[in-house]
């Protein structure tokens, strides 16, 4: 066990402490440590992506398989050169357009980066972040910060530092506590070495705002549609794999409101006489008109980026409220939608009943 320091580390606060703060956590990496950092989208859990020791150590820490491949975290263009064998017109306008931001591109990778860090492929994936801490701490570190979402293996991603504490006390060196993420889920991730560029996983940088950008851009099969379904694995190795489960039975229910909330009410009431602990995760339009043992608002449905905020967290309190069913509303395949589904299908293990 390690003794893992929690460090507060707001924005803002620009004084001599943070420096030093910063530097401690930047000396952890560069020796070969483990140091959990805030971005905008949710927690990393960093480890130097040069050095193949600390990749083993991020998969063990996380429990993950290591088949899985990291995401290296970068604070400029400069840095990018010594980790992408060929950088194409197409990233450089996309770094234009969405760097520092939630948007991962996967290039061709270089021999400086370890089949460790890219879990044996031939290619890297490449995030510049936007958060001012995970900026900062990426330059104390030496530049190249390989982190997958900070959470074990099978959780939900950490949009706080103490969901973070939760997972990784004891089994990392620190953690930089930021504050509340500000997106709430993982970042888009864009495959530029195929043509047209392919979406592997949506995120907050979506499809229409890429597409503005390099004209046509495709969606893997597998981001909407189960591997049974499609008949192919996602081409994203982290993908395959059932991540964010809830302890509960996850349902989502697709239709019109009306329909979606008396059908999640009659199976509730069912379940509930049945035994079962019911949580529902609801629109904030609409629930009031729920029965169950939990009801959680995720956000409105007028604004999707609230819903993307609290869907983890969602997840994780009725983990810890014990709920045994959980039934969802479904939402658009559109936009920042695509994401949010992308996300729920996959904790529901594509459960979803559809009412229209
Ligand atoms: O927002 C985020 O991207 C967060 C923060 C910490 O930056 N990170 C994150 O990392 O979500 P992780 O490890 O939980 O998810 C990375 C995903 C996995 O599904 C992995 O398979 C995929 O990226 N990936 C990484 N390298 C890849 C590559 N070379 N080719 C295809 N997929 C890759
Ligand atoms: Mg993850």
Redesign the pocket.
């Known amino acids: 066990m390690k003794d893992t320091k929690l460090i507060q580390i707001m924005d803002g606060e620009d004084d001599g402490a943070r420096a030093e703060m910063l530097q401690k956590a930047g000396q952890i990496i560069r020796e070969g440590g483990l140091v959990a950092f805030p ?1 905008e ?2 927690y ?1 859990l960093g480890g130097d992506a040069l050095n193949p020791d600390s990749s083993r150590k991020i998969y063990e820490a996380k429990g993950r398989p290591s088949d ?4 290296v ?1 970068i604070a400029n263009m400069k840095a990018l050169p010594r980790i992408a064998a060929d950088i194409p017109e197409a990233a450089r306008k996309l770094a234009d357009a969405f760097w520092p931001g ?1 948007l ?1 591109m ?1 290039l061709p990778k270089t021999e400086a980066v370890p089949y460790e860090t ?1 879990g044996g ?1 031939d ?3 490449v ?1 510049m ?1 936007s958060h001012p801490v995970a900026l900062a701490f990426i330059r104390e570190s030496g530049g190249y910060v390989a ?3 900070a959470n074990t293996s099978g959780k939900p ?1 950490p949009t706080l530092a103490a969901y973070v504490a939760e997972d990784m006390n004891g089994r990392i060196d620190m953690i930089l506590d930021g504050g509340q993420v500000g997106i709430g889920i ?2 888009t ?1 864009i ?1 530029l070495t195929v043509t047209p560029p392919q979406i ?2 949506p995120g907050y940088v979506t499809r229409e705002m890429l597409e503005k950008v390099l004209g046509e851009v495709a969606v893997d099969v597998t981001v909407m549609k189960s591997q049974e379904d499609c008949g192919q694995a996602p ?5 395959k794999y059932r991540h964010y489960a809830p302890a509960g039975e996850l349902v989502i229910v697709q239709g019109q409101p009306e329909a979606v909330t008396a059908y999640i009410n009659s199976r509730a009431a069912e379940d509930m006489a049945a035994g079962e602990k019911v949580g529902v995760i609801g629109t904030a339009e609409v629930l009031d008109e729920y029965r169950a043992n939990v009801v959680k608002s995720v956000g409105s449905r007028m604004d999707e980026e609230s819903i993307a905020h609290s869907l983890y967290a969602i997840l994780r309190e009725f983990d810890d409220e014990k709920v045994t069913r959980i039934y969802s509303e479904g939402f658009s395949a559109e936009g920042l939608g695509q994401a949010i589904m992308n996300r729920l299908l996959k904790a529901a293990g594509h459960h979803v009943v559809d009412l229209t």
């Open positions: 971005t989208t949710v990393g899985n491949p990291l995401i975290h939630p991962t996967i890219t492929l290619t890297v994936a995030r972040p982190a997958p979402s991603s993982e970042s991730i495959d592997l996983r081409k994203a190795p982290g993908m």
